[in-house]
């Protein structure tokens, strides 16, 4: 598990080595804190986790939201999805602990996160590594939510798309006020949610059938799930895992090619 809980100052990491010779750019890996302030809320140093493949060159960029957990392998392999396609990918851990383990963070509340999301979006419009007209977000299970509630409503520049894996339909459709301008896909679990899920809110949606919350995390055993109900055990499914990745990255690769 990567975790940036100790980060103190930016640290640059080469992810991959060349051969003598080769002209193809290093893809490269950047980790460092970065302090936000959104119009409404309090300041937020948040960890970052940024891959590109190309440093030199301004490319899409996918921001990756975790759930509760914190990024982890799902975050991760998130991540390589996008290097792999050509664009960089962002990791995002929102609630980095303290050094000492001290400081509780705080509920986790969408609203808030997708504020927060729309900050660290102005940022990466100055990020020389970033084409800032080509800029998505992700996220997983409550960070699904704050992906979605990420779009902006006061004309400025915003998020080329917006998709969620798991984000539970029931506590979205509670949350949201206006749905995104952008396009919107949710991957749905599709053995916890019924058919009609999700419906009516502006968004693209698949059901992962048999899927259940957590399907990306391949290590059986390593997560449980707690809700007003209890704990439950995650299910990996690789199967839906790959199919997902193929989806999110289909939606988009298209949602980049239309911005013009």
Do not use: N
Not at 28 to 48: S, V
Not at 126 to 147: N, Q, Y
Not at 167 to 172: Q, T
Not at 197 to 211: D, I, S, W
Request: proline content about 10%; some cysteine; hydrophobic content about 45%.
């Amino acid at each position: 598990m990567r975790h940036l809980a100790k980060l103190a100052a930016p640290a640059l990491l080469v992810a991959a080595l060349l051969a003598p010779g080769q002209a193809a750019a290093q893809p490269m890996t950047d980790a460092f804190d970065m302090l936000l302030a959104p119009p409404q809320g309090r300041e937020q140093r948040i960890g970052l986790i940024l891959v590109t493949p190309q440093p030199e060159r301004a490319l899409p960029a996918v921001i990756i939201m975790p759930d509760e957990a914190g990024i982890d392998g799902r975050t991760a392999r998130l991540s390589d999805v996008m290097l792999a396609r050509g664009w960089v990918g962002i990791e995002v851990d929102p609630e980095p602990l303290s050094l000492d383990g001290a400081a509780v963070p705080p509920p986790p509340s969408p609203l808030r996160l997708g504020r927060l999301l729309r900050s660290l979006h102005e940022a990466l419009q100055t990020d020389a590594r970033v084409d800032p007209r080509r800029i998505a977000v992700v996220g997983l299970g409550t960070g699904g939510r704050a992906a979605v509630h990420a779009a902006l409503e006061d004309g400025r520049l915003g998020f080329a798309a917006h998709a969620a894996l798991y984000p539970g339909c029931e506590a979205l459709a509670a949350e949201q006020e206006v749905p995104p301008d952008a396009p919107a896909l949710l991957l749905l679990a599709g053995a916890e949610e019924p058919p009609d899920a999700c419906a009516g809110l502006g968004a693209r949606l698949h059901r992962m059938e048999g899927a259940t919350y957590g399907w990306d995390h391949l290590i059986a055993g390593a997560m449980r799930r707690w809700t007003s109900a209890g704990s439950t055990p995650v299910h990996p499914d690789g199967q839906a895992t790959e199919a997902g990745e193929i989806i999110l990255t289909r939606f988009l690769a298209e949602a980049f090619r239309a911005v013009r």
